[in-house]
């Protein structure tokens, strides 16, 4: 298991089709340490397996949002389907591990309910809301293709490419 590069827009691996998870094996499980160790190691909340280049359905969660004691591990959701979502919308920053020191103004529920698969091949549902909702909300996105940037109009977009591609070009020279 290993931390591995986050996948940066305006790579098109983000917007790859996710492959169903039929079954939990060592693949699955490695590819959650995986995600695990590049979540910490990003500091982020929340990880997709598409930010890792990996086709497959399945997003992790910080055990302290998802409401679960610190020192539990991550929560994986496998397969994840967004059942319901409240009326009332909440409009805040959000910012992404494929979207390095960029943040963008999104309206999302309050509120919502996401049926998945764990890594012990059962189904279970968790309501979120307020942060826990919005990043389950934002992981699920990645799973459908929706990034940050779809968020936004054409100009802030154009400018958001710009930034990346220089960061990227920097990247690339230090390499």
Not at 23 to 37: C, G, N
Not at 140 to 154: Q, R, Y
Request: hydrophobic residues 40%.
């Amino acid at each position: 298991m290993a931390v591995r590069p986050v996948v940066v827009w305006p790579d098109e691996r983000l917007r790859q089709p996710s492959v169903v998870i039929e079954t939990v094996d060592a693949s699955v499980r490695e590819l959650y340490q995986d995600l695990v160790d590049s979540m910490y190691a990003e500091n982020g909340l929340g990880i997709a397996a598409l930010q890792l280049g990996d086709p497959r359905k399945m997003f992790i969660v910080e055990p302290k949002l998802a409401g679960r004691p610190e020192s539990d591990p991550p929560v994986a959701f496998l397969n994840p389907e967004v059942t319901w979502v409240s009326e009332d919308q909440q409009d805040s920053e959000e910012g992404c591990l494929s979207f390095p020191d960029i943040y963008v103004k999104v309206k999302r529920p309050m509120r919502c309910k996401v049926r998945a698969m764990g890594l012990d091949g059962q189904t279970f549902e968790i309501e979120g809301e307020a942060l826990l909702a919005r990043c389950l909300l934002h992981e699920n996105d990645h799973l459908t293709g929706k990034l940050l940037v779809d968020f936004v109009g054409p100009l802030k977009r154009t400018m958001i490419k710009k930034k990346l591609m220089k960061v990227k070009d920097a990247a690339d020279a230090e390499a």
